[in-house]
């Protein structure tokens, strides 16, 4: 998972979650006995049974191998058992896998090989030839609020008849398939996708595609991606990837859908999180982290016996690394009955990074700039004025729909949640907040094989599992709502505008 960070100082955090936030329509509830029965203790119990199945099935849980096959299976007998009315939303995706890892090397001029990824869904490939730069790269010393390079065929010269050319482009504006796809269509042999360059969007990082590509695309830093495009010869590099998605490109995967039986069915509360991880590790955080929690939430809610007055769905997504496949499948096939049944969304992504930030989704759209739907701005309250009561400060992270929110509220269904960190670098300020370690990254094992259980930090577990308990209990009981009539949910809901999609959790 990645997201958009904003570092917020710790005074200035405090006024945020003090002050600025709006005051929640929800009313106040006591959720002591929640929190006290949701335990780290218990998360990692969850935690240590998706380890030993990554263990026992090469080391992952990916969508389409027998680890999550294994995974889900655990999660329905926990909720079944716990009283839960279980379904399997099953679905088939094109199952992807990187055979070796990518390699960018300059030829002409001679140089030393480029720090790079390759893009799921990329195509295989060996090309060696010139790079030529979109349009509207923007380049240093001032980078503009976003590029839009590559997100129409016009940004593109025409590519060589006769020689291979690799296409350069800055990350901005539209999904990164797009940019590949438009880079096809204009005729290039390969793509490079370089980082944006606002604080934050300066690393090398991986996107996706979500959907098999015709050629190699791999990722550069704004550093490197910003020099080459700025040379004034780019001159020529070699492109190797190696993917393989010919294999299993009807993979099946589900989701695992877990309702109260009791609450009222036209009013439902989905808590949701991506039970997949990565194809490279086990995902002991990302996202063992929001499931385990998740599933605690709902084993305690159902020993304390606690009758939501709204409908609680648990929702654990599949194929959320392949790019949010699954909670889009579930939104694209709810009927219009089902989908003004749903009120809310709460979305647990990354809850035990080593070096963790207490981030919460801007819903409002106030630090960051991209807001959800009406409603939304008042989820982000409910748990910033949660946390401030602990004397707890937070940060906000972009709403930018780049997790299992994101189908939700391009639905116009008011969502929100909690985060602690993937690849980005905790900042001095955020440091001197939360501890841990300045310019290091907030979990080093991001999407790597080191996810693994003792990838964890106990206290984020405790802090977050408790905010996101809170969070469930407070819009499960409570009568008031997000609208001005105090309803939970509008009789007509139109949707929010549709944010561009990027990549699995780029710049989380």
């Not at 982290?289 to 304390?304: F, P, R």
């Not at 769905?313 to 219009?336: I, K, P, Q, T």
């Amino acid at each position: 998972m990645r997201k958009r960070i904003l570092a917020v100082p710790l005074t200035a955090a405090l006024i945020v979650t003090l002050a600025a936030q709006p005051a929640s329509a929800v009313d106040e509830i006591n959720t002591k006995k929640l929190r006290d029965a949701v335990t780290v203790s218990g998360i990692l119990g969850h935690e240590r049974v998706l380890q030993r199945i990554a263990t026992q099935n090469g080391g992952t849980r990916a969508s389409g191998t027998s680890g999550f096959t294994a995974s889900a299976a655990y999660v329905k007998d926990v909720l079944r058992k716990a009283g839960y009315q279980v379904k399997e939303q099953k679905f088939t995706f094109p199952f992807y896998r990187e055979l070796t890892p990518a390699a960018l090397t300059p030829v002409s001029p001679a140089g030393p090989a480029y720090e790079t990824v390759t893009y799921d869904y990329s195509g295989s490939g060996d090309v060696t030839g010139r790079v030529v730069p979109a349009l509207n790269n923007v380049l240093p010393p001032t980078p503009a609020p976003s590029s839009t390079a590559g997100c129409a065929v016009t940004d593109f010269a025409p590519a060589s008849a006769t020689a291979p050319e690799i296409a350069l482009i800055q990350r901005g504006g539209c999904n990164f398939s797009v940019k590949a796809a438009n880079a096809v269509t204009a005729g290039y042999d390969a793509a490079i996708i370089f980082n944006e360059g606002q604080p934050g969007r300066t690393e090398l990082f991986q996107g996706t595609l979500g959907g098999p590509v015709g050629i190699p695309v791999v990722g550069l830093s704004f550093a490197d991606g910003s020099a080459l495009a700025g040379a004034a010869s780019a001159g020529t590099v070699s492109v190797r990837v190696q993917t393989s998605t010919e294999i299993n490109l009807d993979a099946q995967t589900s989701n695992i859908i877990a309702d109260t039986p009791g609450g009222n069915p036209d009013r439902v509360l989905v808590v949701g999180s991506h039970l997949d991880s990565v194809v490279d590790g086990p995902g002991i955080n990302d996202d063992g982290s929001g499931t385990a929690t998740d599933l605690e939430i709902a084993v305690q809610l159902a020993k304390l016996k606690i009758k939501p007055r709204q409908k609680v769905r648990f929702a654990f997504w599949g194929a959320e690394e392949a790019g949010l496949l699954g909670s889009e499948h579930y939104v694209a096939n709810l009927s219009d009955t089902e989908l003004t049944q749903i009120y809310a969304n709460l979305n647990f992504d990354m809850l035990g990074s080593p070096n963790y930030v207490r981030f919460v989704y801007d819903g409002d759209g106030s630090a960051t700039g991209a807001s959800g739907p009406y409603g939304s701005d008042q989820i982000e309250a409910l748990f910033n004025k949660y946390f401030a009561a602990q004397g707890l400060a937070t940060d906000p992270t972009a709403f930018d729909g780049r997790s299992d929110y994101g189908p939700f509220i391009d639905a116009g269904i008011p969502a929100g949640g909690l985060f602690s960190g993937a690849e980005g670098v905790k900042t001095a300020e955020q440091a001197a907040v939360y501890g841990g370690t300045a310019d290091a990254p907030y979990d080093a094992c991001y999407h790597q094989a080191c996810d693994d259980i003792n990838n964890l930090n106990t206290k984020a577990l405790a802090e977050l599992g408790d905010g996101a308990a809170h969070a469930v209990l407070t819009l499960a009981l409570t009568k008031s709502g997000f609208y001005p009539d105090g309803s939970l949910r509008a009789s007509a809901r139109a949707a929010a505008p549709k944010l561009p999609y990027q990549g699995d959790h780029l710049a989380r």
